[in-house]
């Protein structure tokens, strides 16, 4: 699967679940990810639920003092579920029956990794460290646009800890629901195991955004000598990420 999460929809057209072909993946059992579809499913009939909720309190465009309370509890709860829905398609657009460990060393996502961290091996092993702490969440590698840099970061629940802007390539599910049946709570590390055996290097790489050194010296970067970022500029933004992707690899709205 390759792609980008966050299709445009048409105003008014719900998000409808994305299907999967994850069939017979190396420990990770058919009887796990069907559990997880239908946990993915959830998430997207949530985030539609939100969404007309929500519109309903617009529909006069007032919000009264009545209605703040229940108005801001929805929308807290929104980015919980909006979260849970795109995390998902991008943890599984990135398996595949058949994958493999680690990329060939000059796979695009090898080379990112190798050029930030020194060596793939040396960005795993953060990346593996990050699955392995104690919490309910997500382990995720993302590109800094401005930098092209790669970082790891673990995300609590689905949306705390998930930097603005950077662009999500790898992205490990680990709360226990992804891996209880086919595991013991302790047995983590087996899991992401299983996990690295099944990636789908091509369709990480495809989420790689092509960096172009900035030209202004105040746009957010890190000297390779010295290590230190320069101080962001006002007026320097990070590119938008793309909106639109091919039918077969995210869901349709």
């Known amino acids: 699967m390759c792609g ?3 299709m445009a929809r048409q105003s008014n057209q719900p998000y409808r679940a994305q299907d999967f072909d ?3 993946l190396d420990g990770i059992s058919d009887r796990t990810l069907e559990m997880h579809f239908k946990l993915y499913e959830g998430y997207v009939k ?6 007309e909720l929500i519109a309903g309190f617009l529909e006069d465009d007032v ?13 807290r709860r929104r980015g919980f579920e909006y979260n849970g829905m795109v995390l ?16 060939p060393s000059s796979a695009p996502f090898a080379r990112a990794a190798a050029d930030t961290f020194g060596s793939f091996e040396r960005w795993k092993t953060d990346f593996t460290g990050i699955g392995k702490m104690r919490g309910v969440g997500w382990a995720i ?14 995300v609590t629940l689905h949306e705390v800890g998930n930097v603005a802007g950077f662009r999500p390539l790898l992205v490990m599910d680990v709360w226990e629901h992804a891996f209880l049946l086919d ?6 590390p087996k899991y992401i195991e299983a996990f690295f055996r099944n990636v789908d290097w091509r369709a990480v790489g495809s989420r790689l955004t092509p960096h172009e050194p900035a030209a202004e010296p105040g746009t957010r970067a890190r000297s390779p000598a010295s290590g230190k970022r320069s101080p962001p500029s006002r007026a320097a933004a990070a590119p938008p990420r793309p909106r639109s992707s091919p039918r077969s690899s995210w869901r349709s709205r």
């Open 46 to 51: 949530e985030t539609n639920r939100l969404d």
């Open 88 to 103: 998902h398609e991008l943890y599984f657009g990135n398996l595949k029956k058949g994958g493999a460990d680690d990329p």
């Open 183 to 188: 595991y013991k709570p302790a047995e983590r």
């Open 22 to 24: 994850l069939s017979k």
């Open 4 to 6: 980008e999460p966050g």
């Open 63 to 75: 919000v009264d003092q009545e209605e703040q309370p229940a108005y801001s509890e929805l929308n």
């Open 141 to 154: 590698c993302s590109q800094d646009p401005a930098s092209g840099r790669l970082t790891n970061h673990w």
